[in-house]
C-alpha cells in the first residue's frame, strides 16, 4: 500500500503540490562572483518547504555538467550557466513568465 500525501491527499505517485507549487514560485537567476574570481551562477525564490530543492540541485548540476550546492534556500552552481538557465528551468516545470534572469 502506498504512501498518501498530508497536503492534497492523493497517493504520493500522484501527488500534485510540487507542480502546483512551482507554479507560484518567482525565481531569480543571477551571477556571483566568489573566491579566485570563478563564477557561481544562484537561483534564488525556490520555496524549499514545498518543491524538493536536492533534486532540483541535482538535476541541473547533471545538465550543466558542474558542480554545486544548495544553501539558504539558493542553489549555486559552478561557472556562468545564466543563458541556458530559463529553458532549463522550464524544463522542470517552472513557467517561463515566473523566471527572471539578471
Known sequence: MSEICSICGLPKELCVCESIAKESQKIIVMIEKKKFN?????????????????????????????????????????GDHKSNMREALVMLGFPPEKIEVK
Open 38 to 78: 570563478k563564477y557561481y551562477t544562484v537561483i534564488k525564490g525556490i520555496d524549499i518547504k514545498q518543491i524538493d530543492i536536492k533534486e532540483i540541485t541535482k538535476k541541473l548540476k547533471s545538465k550543466f555538467a558542474c558542480g554545486g550546492t544548495f544553501k539558504d534556500g539558493k542553489v549555486e552552481l559552478q
